[in-house]
């Protein structure tokens, strides 16, 4: 079977795979569980995921060095030059297993969508794509049409199948002075893993009170968490604990994510770097940070996300894929905070990505 296939077939079996009834959460779970994982950013069920699709087709493939893993359609361009697999022409014909990137407004050059090319007959081109209108689903797009960008070419005849094996698990006595008892998690959300460095357990893995201390479901321990750690391990320059849920990172480099009751002090640390500043919590103006902002009907993931059609008229004009979606850049006027949701005009967004001008 041919690399291109290897990928496609990835991508077929996640067809049909939605936020709706969370079976996209497998997609972002083998994004989460690569190692090292890109930027150090945890992609949330929340986010959007067009790229997080792409870069789990090749990851789940074992064909992780062909893409430019990424959960961001943006950086995945800059990646994919330095790789020297861009091509910035919306005119080509491209080849099956090629990336499409979208750029719906031409107005800024960021890229707000991608899909991997499935089939290409006469001038029309059939493409797999994450999170359409919050699924894995197929478009049709004519070749040349406005709305493309570009195109990045894997190198798909350069590599060899290679599923990245987890870092091994080094017991060391270096351990910085972590010792095993009872700690406080101190990071925003820290997430559990099969072992250290390796496959994030999901929510479903967590033990019972793990399960009671991850509010928003994403297989992560939430901040003031208190856990009770049996071992400490370390791989490369991180030290690791292992709790009743499974294996968390106390420290990762500077960072600490954890800290030890009784100890004098620590440097906290975050477990996944915020794609804003902090909002402060005051009302006005915003901007929006993520590439496309889900807007629900209430504050919380509980509440389900709006379509195009029940956004406010200036939402429209900047919800270019017409997703439900606001597209990144977008300046907001936050009416009311409810914890860390606030309301706009069209609905409640998270503000998680939102940055105060």
């Known amino acids: ?48 995921w067009c790229m997080t699709f792409i870069s789990a087709c090749f990851i789940k493939a074992g064909l992780a060095t062909l893409c430019p893993l990424e959960c961001s359609c943006g950086n995945a361009i800059t990646k994919a030059k330095e790789m020297s697999i861009w091509q910035e022409n919306d005119d080509i014909t491209p080849n099956v297993g090629d990336l499409i ?28 794509e994450g999170n359409k209108s919050d699924a894995v689903a197929r478009r049709t797009i004519a070749v040349g049409n406005a709305s493309i960008r ?23 006595n270096n351990n910085d002075g972590f010792t095993t008892g009872t700690y406080t998690i101190t990071a925003s959300d820290l997430i559990v893993r099969s072992a250290p460095a390796g496959s994030a357990v999901g ?22 968490t208190r ?17 009743p849920s499974g294996w968390v990172c106390l420290k990762k480099g500077n960072s600490v994510y954890a800290v030890k009751d009784g100890s004098s002090s620590a440097s906290t640390g975050s477990s996944s770097s915020s794609s804003s500043t902090s909002n402060s919590k005051t009302l006005g103006t915003y901007e929006v940070t993520a590439s496309d902002l889900s807007v629900r009907t209430g504050p919380g993931t509980n509440y389900r996300r709006k379509t195009y ?49």
């Open 203 to 224: 929510h479903g893995g967590l033990s019972t009170d793990g399960k009671a201390h991850d509010k928003d479901g994403d297989g992560a321990l939430d901040k003031g």
């Open 1 to 48: 079977m041919s690399n291109v296939d290897k990928i496609l077939n990835v991508a077929r079996s996640w067809i049909n795979c939605k936020e709706s009834n969370g079976s996209h959460k497998q997609i972002i779970d083998v994004y989460n569980s690569y190692t090292p994982l890109p930027r150090n950013y945890r992609v949330k069920y929340t986010d959007s």
């Open 101 to 128: 990137m979208y750029d719906w407004d031409k107005k800024d050059g960021w890229p707000e969508h991608v899909g991997i090319v499935e089939a290409v007959s006469g001038n029309q081109i059939t493409v797999i």
């Open 150 to 172: 570009g195109y990045i070419h894997p190198k798909y005849d350069e590599a060899t199948t290679v599923i990245p094996p987890s870092q091994p698990t080094v017991p060391s």
């Open 227 to 243: 856990i009770t750690v049996s071992q400490i391990s370390v791989s490369g320059n991180d030290i690791w604990g292992k709790c």
């Open 309 to 357: 059609s029940e956004l406010t008229a200036d939402a429209k004009n900047h919800d270019y894929d017409k997703d439900g979606c606001i597209n990144q850049g977008t300046r907001v006027t936050v009416k009311e905070w409810s914890g860390n949701w606030a309301r706009i005009p069209s609905g409640w967004v998270s503000g998680d990505y939102l940055k105060k001008v």
